[in-house]
């Protein structure tokens, strides 16, 4: 019985958008041809019309998984419940954080919780933590960063202290939450979260986190970005050379502060996060800057916490389950070219996972199945694939969610669009 299986549908890349017919092994779960359509709809085993779009498998490189070797979170999220709400916003690969009560900061450490990721079908890239005390692993991985106070325990107080801790990461991957601790602590007592983590706040940190990037070679990312102004400072260090990018979450995207003012009190509680949503000027900056080509990932911060926690006044908000649907928000209702989308959903995020299988492998041979990776529709690279429908509009609702968290900030939104199909390593979910 032959395992091989073709699909035909309009795809999109960074390069193009036509049919093709893609042709996969099952059993091995890569892809081994891709051609222009040329089989009649009953020659093909997976056949989608024009009104879908096809990517290589979207990737959300900035997730909070909650769940470590202590199990102390999983109320919250787990790996499991992680992966049902990834499929379900159509990602096919995920990146999680390291603020964990027991953080991945050295190899035992990060190999234990890897090692809890492997019960599931969506590959998981986990993020070392950089800590006033930590330094790097003997093997390659991606290292997070906060600059000021987060969620957890890894943060600094002041940017000497960073700096002394970053000069042994030379030329390694590094993530930084961008927010300046000095700035957070003069705000700390105002009124309202907005003003406590003030967008003054975010720009420092980002001309800080340049500084260090450039200072110590190293491979930069800034995430989560939220302001406006300090969009061109990023725009200059690309344009002089500084290996940084940066991501953008749909949240900052969609939302701003005039937007949320027309959201009961209790509401707004739920829009909390680090760094805020911002003004509308600063969310058209940011769609422009898309619009451009500025922005390098879309990625969600998913951050789930149980509604007594937000009511309380915890930061984050999930996004795993809402991600395909936003995306088709973007392509037809901002008209962001699908060049564009496949670049910071699919490609991008697939470079950066994939430049680690190697070194994981070397520790782990759970990676090996990936052949060259995800976020490509070229043979030998990962059968994962994204489907999106951009006529079959999708209203967010509770009882759709797959998250732990049961809650969604976009709860009773409509986006235009919705995932069709997806496909992990070979297997329609």
Not at 198 to 211: G, H
Not at 333 to 346: G, V
Not at 402 to 425: H, M, Q, R
Request: net charge neutral.
């Amino acid at each position: 019985m032959t395992t091989l299986k073709t699909i035909q549908a309009k795809c999109a890349t960074s390069t193009f958008t036509k049919r093709l017919d893609i042709t996969f092994d099952e059993s091995t779960g890569l892809i081994t041809k891709v051609e222009d359509a040329k089989k009649l709809k009953s020659e093909v085993d997976f056949y989608y019309e024009d009104d879908c779009l096809l990517f290589a498998g979207m990737g959300d490189i900035h997730i909070h998984a909650r769940e470590d070797a202590s199990g102390k979170n999983t109320y919250k999220e787990d790996f499991q419940s992680t992966c049902c709400a990834a499929i379900n916003g159509g990602v096919v690969h995920v990146g999680d954080m390291p603020n964990n009560p027991i953080p991945p900061i050295d190899d035992e450490s990060y190999l234990n919780k890897f090692r809890l990721t492997q019960k599931v079908n969506v590959p998981i890239l986990l993020y070392a933590g950089i800590g006033p005390q930590t330094r790097p692993l003997s093997f390659t991985v991606p290292y997070k960063a906060y600059m000021g106070p987060s969620i957890g325990e890894l943060f600094f107080k002041d940017n000497q202290s960073l700096d002394d801790v970053l000069i042994h990461y030379k030329n390694q991957h590094v993530s930084f939450h961008c927010e300046d601790p000095i700035i957070l602590e003069e705000n700390k007592s105002k009124a309202t979260h907005g003003l406590r983590r003030p967008v003054s706040a975010e720009i420092m940190a980002t001309d800080t986190a340049l500084m260090l990037i450039e200072k110590y070679n190293l491979i930069g990312k800034l995430c989560h970005y939220s302001a406006g102004a300090g969009l061109a400072a990023i725009i200059k260090a690309k344009s002089r050379g500084i290996n940084v990018t940066c991501e953008v979450t749909p949240q900052h995207l969609y939302y701003s502060e005039e937007k949320l003012k027309n959201k009961s009190a209790t509401e707004q509680t739920y829009f909390q996060m680090n760094p805020p949503i911002r003004g509308e000027s600063d969310r058209v900056a940011l769609i422009n800057a898309l619009k451009e080509g500025h922005i390098d990932y879309l990625a969600t911060d998913h951050a789930p916490h149980s509604h007594e926690e937000k009511m309380r006044g915890m930061s984050g908000l999930p996004g795993l389950d809402t991600y395909g649907a936003f995306v088709t928000w973007l392509i037809v209702d901002q008209k962001i070219d699908t060049k564009i989308i496949a670049k910071i959903t699919s490609e991008s995020p697939g470079v950066f996972f994939n430049q680690f299988l190697e070194s994981i492998t070397n520790k782990d041979s759970h990676f090996k199945k990936f052949g060259n990776g995800f976020g490509f529709l070229r043979p030998d690279f990962s059968a994962s694939f994204t489907v999106l429908n951009l006529s079959k509009s999708l209203k967010v609702e509770e009882k759709n969610l797959k998250t732990k968290a049961s809650w969604s900030p976009f709860l009773g939104e409509t986006f235009p669009g919705s995932v069709e199909s997806v496909y992990v390593c070979g297997k329609k979910m």
